[in-house]
């Protein structure tokens, strides 16, 4: 919906409401102007050294920057590595959030694995592959860290805790919604690449969850599901893979449908073993089933684990996964199951 007030002499001249202003002079205002008691998802958390929820959080600085959860485990034997997109439609969102932390912080713990969070550029002024190249270079940040190549600028202390922390050759990609769509972006891009130009580093595996996969025509669940959160709407959905994509691209772009025919043969694509989560009342449910069944076909290992009687992203609001016991239970199946894939890969 675009509004025609101006705000401090500047018009606005598009939004997605809540969330994101657009200005004519193209700056962009991300100040959430939602219902204020979804505002405590969205502070930042500060990084500390002293243990709480089971890690240390450090924060890595450099290109791209990082983001590390380190659990206690990590002082006694090296652990797996979450490389980390957080989702947001590549519009909004910032890995330091409170919606993540809750998240990922029980997850690191729980596995245990280090998570690893990228800053990732945000669109409409970085349009996409902005977000893709940024995520494949934290990759090769995480490679350089391995053979012990210091990055500038950077923080040696915290280089050296990953150093010493991380098993690098069990890396898994994990996102978000549409950090789920680089999951997959970022491992086509890496298995491009042979084995020994990622040395010691390998990706072992990755873990997109409900991710932004979409066509230009509704799929049935997009026209019969009614959304239920104001986090995710099929307004909101349109608006951001328009600022996001290509200029003149349509949701049938690669990025956002790579089962479709305007995407890489999935045959060819080199991917390692994927678990894909899927909520039942998400409103773009179908695709990701039809991505998942085209992975299939196209003799992929991947695992599918649908949470039934929740909807998109339901594990990153706090307060429903602390306060009803649906969400709650999926979230616990949730981590379980990454746990579990982990474990085997």
Known sequence: MVSSHKTNGKQVIDEVSGWLRIFDDGSVDRTWTGPP?????????????????????????????LRLYVPAEARRRPLPVFLHFQGGGFCISHCSWYMYYQFYARLAAAVPAIVVSVELPLAPEHRLPAAIDVGFDALLRLRAISRGQPAWPSDPAAEELLRSAADFSRVFLIGDSSG??????VSAQAGKKEDAFWSPLKVAGGVPLHPGFVRSTRSRSELELQSDSVFFTLDMLDKFLQLSLPEGATKDHPYTCPMGEAAPPLEKVKLPPFLVGVAERDLIRDTNLEYCEAMKKAGKD?????????SHSFYLNKFAV???????????????????FVSRH
Do not use: C, Q, W, Y
């Not at 959080?57 to 450099?62: A, K, R, V």
């Not at 789920?180 to 972006?185: C, Q, S």
């Not at 991947?302 to 929740?310: A, C, K, N, R, T």
């Not at 602390?322 to 579990?340: F, Q």
């Open 37 to 65: 008691e979804a505002l405590f998802l969205m502070h930042p958390v500060e990084p500390f050294d002293a243990p709480r929820d089971g890690i240390t959080l450090h924060d890595l600085p450099g290109n791209p920057s």
């Open 322 to 340: 602390d306060n009803d016991p649906v969400t709650g239970k999926r979230t616990e199946e949730l981590i379980a199951a990454i746990k579990d």
């Open 180 to 185: 789920g769509n680089l999951v997959h972006l």
């Open 302 to 310: 991947v695992e599918v684990l649908v949470s039934s009687g929740v």
